[in-house]
């Protein structure tokens, strides 16, 4: 829920993955403007290294909203560019949802 993401980002304000937690509960709750302003605001507060993680969550609503596809390649891109980890999980899938956007893109 929202109040326990919101107290997540409280006690970890360095950590990124509440904010993600949050964003994406929100979209869920059919709040897409929120989670968008919560990843803007995710964006301009972490790292850049810690932002890998931003594009994929950003990446990923914007492909599920279907209304900025290029977008979401751009975000997906970014995310398959900077992730730290060669054998993240979630790679395959994003690069899947990144060839799925190509198609929408004239």
Do not use: V
């Amino acid at each position: 829920s929202s109040p326990s993401f919101r107290r997540a980002q409280a006690l970890a304000p360095w950590d990124p993955d509440p904010s993600c937690g949050l964003a994406m509960a929100q979209f869920q709750a059919g709040r897409p403007a929120d989670a968008y302003a919560t990843l803007k605001h995710a964006m301009a507060i972490f790292p850049a290294e810690s932002s890998w993680a931003i594009h994929l969550l950003w990446g990923e609503l914007l492909f599920l909203q279907g209304l900025d596809w290029d977008g979401a390649r751009g975000h997906l891109e970014r995310f398959r560019i900077e992730c730290p980890d060669p054998n993240h999980p979630r790679l395959a899938e994003a690069a899947r949802m990144e060839a799925l956007t190509r198609k929408h893109l004239p």
